[in-house]
């Protein structure tokens, strides 16, 4: 990925004289102006990465911004493991970094608009997935977490519309029928909002949430026996998904010792 930091001119930092971003020695001294194994440096930290060391991950990335501090895909990917270990504010500090000599770096734009909503600032989220959403209109990933940015910030008609437009784009986002369900209900469109948690119930089976309100939907209709019938459903999808979880965490057998 060629980005506007890689077209910089640089500084020889022997004898200080300005080269060209193609240039790899200093015209005045000669000094070779790149580290030769940059990108060898950022493929084995993604390669620590993707196999689960993420110390090693940062220790090898790290040591590529001592040679290039402004390396737009180091920046990222540190931001991405500063992230994974809960330091958010060190991810947003990378992430920004990275978009200074990226503008258009539209898969940082979200990730940043991700640590800012994991951060509670859904002012700075909500600006973060709009700027995906100017350079690529059709981010599916951006518009579901936009709208959930704005469903959190309390502006629900809003957030209703990139919910559907989240769902349209891609209808396996299941939960936002949940979320539309739930803003209708806010707004009193109550017709409404039975019809988004229904598509939720019939594209999800065991969708908890969804089933609940349906049910205090049917109550508030006088339909006790309906209601009654839906939260039995509940609760025997609650228990199920607990078995789920309690065998899946079990321990098998096989640990190392």
């Known amino acids: 990925m060629t980005t506007d930091a890689d077209k910089r001119p640089l500084r020889c930092t022997r004898c200080g004289r300005l080269a060209q971003a193609e240039d790899k020695f200093c015209a005045e001294c000669g000094m070779f102006l790149r580290d030769a194994f940059v990108d060898q440096r950022l493929s084995l930290a993604w390669d620590y990465e993707r196999r689960g060391h993420c110390k090693k991950a940062r220790r090898e990335v790290m040591r590529l911004l001592e040679i290039d501090p402004d390396h737009v895909l180091a920046n990222h990917l540190l931001g991405a493991l500063y992230f994974h270990q809960g330091t958010l504010d060190l991810a947003i500090e990378r992430y920004r970094k990275a978009i200074e000599g990226a503008p258009s770096f539209v898969l940082c734009h979200y990730d940043l608009g991700v640590a800012w909503y994991h951060r509670g ?122 078995i789920r979880r309690a065998s899946a965490n079990a321990p098998s057998g096989t640990e190392d010792r």
């Open 121 to 242: 600032n859904m002012p700075q989220a909500i600006g973060s997935f709009r700027r995906c959403l100017e350079i690529d209109p059709d981010y599916k990933a951006a518009h579901y977490r936009l709208a959930l940015s704005l469903f959190h910030a309390g502006r629900l008609n809003s957030a209703l519309e990139h919910f559907e437009a989240a769902a349209s784009l891609t209808p396996e986002y299941l939960m936002a029928y949940y979320h539309m369900g739930v803003i209708h209900e806010r707004l009193g469109e109550t017709e409404a909002a039975e019809g988004s948690f229904q598509r939720s119930v019939d594209e999800a089976v065991g969708e908890v949430s969804s089933n609940f309100h349906l049910a205090m939907i049917r109550r508030g209709r006088g339909d006790e026996e309906g209601a009654d019938l839906l939260l039995r459903t509940t609760r025997e999808f609650a228990r199920s998904n607990d």
